[in-house]
């Protein structure tokens, strides 16, 4: 499941990292349209799939799942999440 935001700029896309199908490791990915670099991607768990959106004014991606918590991403991704996915 992916979602682009309303300026063009970001992709946020949801894929499978691993885990159970009881259990889902989910990653919350962050992308830029622009140069097609993965931006940050955050871990997180689900009981299913969570739909990416985007706030109106392009500062964060939310990603939910059905429940009342979605995970929110911050845009434009910090400098920590930046160098946290350089890393291995």
């Not at 929110?72 to 910090?78: E, G, N, T």
Request: net charge negative; proline share 9%.
């Amino acid at each position: 499941m992916d979602a682009t935001s309303a300026s063009g700029q970001y992709r946020a896309a949801v894929c499978l990292t691993g885990g159970h199908t009881d259990n889902m490791q989910l990653g919350a990915q962050i992308w830029s349209i622009r140069t097609g670099e993965l931006l940050t991607e955050h871990p997180f768990d689900a009981a299913v799939f969570a739909e990416p959106t985007f706030a109106p004014d392009d500062r964060s991606a939310a990603f939910s799942s059905g429940g009342p918590h979605p995970y929110v991403v911050a845009l434009p991704p910090s400098w920590f999440d930046r160098l946290r996915e350089k890393l291995p």
